[in-house]
């Protein structure tokens, strides 16, 4: 929802789901290797590279 917000217009509620993001799916990669479960760890890597993504091209272009 923020980052829809983000692409509507207002940014800075944009930006800081952006990191919200990057945080949460930094913690499942954390997570994941913690526990030795490398089975499935491709997706929460892809969901952190497309919010990792988001979070640059939001500030790149604030």
Do not use: S
């Not at 945080?23 to 490398?38: I, M, P």
């Not at 993504?53 to 939001?58: E, P």
């Amino acid at each position: 929802m923020g980052l829809l917000l983000g692409l509507l217009g207002m940014r800075p509620i944009g930006i800081a789901a952006a990191i919200g993001l990057v945080l949460f799916f930094a913690g499942a990669l954390a997570a994941h290797v913690r526990a030795r479960v490398f089975y499935n760890i491709a997706f929460p890597g892809a969901y952190f590279a497309l919010a990792a993504g988001a979070l640059v091209l939001g500030l790149a272009t604030a």
